[in-house]
């Protein structure tokens, strides 16, 4: 049981649910209230919309708090959509986009990657990096989210990146185009490409 506790920092219904875990939030629920009254964990409400169910280790409760205090410059992850630190598609549910266009939907998928922005889902790449899905409009978000996604690519994480597509349209109608272009990424027959 201290497994997904370590790997998730917070355990709720969503993350259990997530691990498919044999018997489900109500087997592991009384394993985790053992820990709580043992001391080995904390048991309270420390992210809003997650439900009361929460248990946390200490450390993971001391950051949350440090996370008061907002970075005046925005931080930003790239990660794997199946990594446990994303906590999309798993604790949370992935955001509404204003529109969903058939076969474009974001899952936790092997090969997919997610860019956060403080926390937040910005940029969805599907495997294969030609379709990448946006969760905002907001420049001085999505600026940071491309940029950690070409220094990902330039850095070997990624490898070569050919985006074609940007919410179902061509990338050369897309706002992000100019922001992928500044970023690094240069024009290529098939769309906007950027390697390692």
Sequence with gaps: MGGPIRRHGIVTRGAVVSERVPG???????????????????????????????????????RLRALGERPRTPETLVLAAADPANPYGAALAWPERETERPGHRPGRKSGAVVVLVDGALVVYVERGGRTLLTYSE?????????????????????????????????????????????????PSTKGLRLRA
């Design 138 to 186: 907001d420049d001085d978000v999505i600026r940071p989210a491309v940029d950690a996604l070409a220094l990902a690519v330039r850095d070997g994480i990624l490898g070569r990146l050919t985006v074609e597509r940007v919410d179902g349209e061509g990338i050369f109608d897309t706002p992000l185009a100019q922001a992928l272009t500044e970023s690094g990424f240069r």
């Design 24 to 62: 489900g939030f109500a087997g592991v629920y009384s394993v985790l209230k053992a820990f709580e009254e043992s001391g080995r964990c904390r048991r309270g409400y420390f992210v809003e919309g997650l439900g009361g169910a929460q248990f946390a280790l200490a450390g993971s409760v001391e």
